[in-house]
């Protein structure tokens, strides 16, 4: 590191469990964001400023006005610009140390796998089932964790998903939601609403599992779901067991 980076990761580097030695790994780093929205607002951000040395960011989706009560790395000015160019913008602005690749597409089976090739570990928050089995299928045969955030209204859920490190311990996001949901059953915020700092609260602790991860830092979230309830300002976690019929990450597809 040179004298800037030192300066600006000093209190990283002044965490025993960090050190100039971590600071390194986190430069030498490569995180894919997918969704630069209310959760992959404070995912760029915290990403950005920790020193993540490359981070991609995928999203298909252009600014609007009613992001902006949530989506906080997206501007007035922004309205109407592609979410991948205002984001990279904002992070250029926050680190210039850090390289930003703009992705702006929508992740499907037959691009997911060559995009993610070039990242260490996935982050998603996005608002469509459609591209979080996509990004678990992807994830599951390549072997990357994958850190996956969701809100509705007053609440969110977080959770980081390798199955490949415990085979039939560990599970994979379709362990936990096999099928998707009758679009009855489905929260979507542009129809129910959310309060923005739900999205900030998850955002910034999928942040905070993106780096534990990078680090091997702590305990990880594999193997539970963490559920926050805004209202009551409660966390819990429950267990997440690996699902042996599960057609992503079940019996033989995890041989190691």
Not at 29 to 34: G, K, P, S, T, Y
């Amino acid at each position: 590191m040179n004298e800037e980076q030192r300066e600006r990761y000093a209190r990283h580097i002044l965490l025993k469990e960090v050190g100039g030695q971590g600071q390194q790994q986190l430069l030498a780093a490569r995180v894919l964001v997918v969704g630069a929205g209310g959760l992959g607002s404070p995912l760029i951000q915290y990403l950005a400023a920790a020193g993540v040395g490359t981070i991609g960011v995928v999203d298909d989706d252009a600014v609007a006005l009613s992001n902006l009560q949530r989506q906080t790395i997206h501007g007035t000015e922004d309205i109407g610009r592609a979410k991948t160019a205002s984001a990279a913008d904002f992070a250029r602005r926050l680190n210039s140390g850090v390289e930003i690749i703009p992705h702006a597409l929508r992740l499907t089976d037959d691009n997911a796998a060559e995009i993610i090739a070039g990242y260490d570990l996935v982050a998603e928050g996005v608002d469509n089932f459609q591209t979080r089995y996509v990004l678990n299928r992807a994830c599951t045969t390549a072997k990357k964790p994958l850190v996956s955030a969701a809100v509705g209204r007053f609440e969110g859920q977080l959770a980081t998903f390798k199955p490949y490190a415990a085979p039939g311990v560990l599970p994979c996001y379709r362990c936990l939601v096999r099928e998707e949901p009758p679009r009855e059953g489905q929260v979507n915020c542009a129809e129910e609403g959310v309060l923005g700092a739900v999205t900030g609260v998850m955002g910034t602790l999928a942040a905070m599992e993106v780096l534990k991860e990078l680090l091997s830092l702590g305990d990880s979230l594999a193997g539970r779901l963490l559920i926050y309830d805004g209202l009551a300002a409660s966390f819990r976690a429950v267990a997440l067991p690996a699902d042996p019929a599960c057609p992503d990450c079940g019996g033989q597809n995890l041989e190691i």
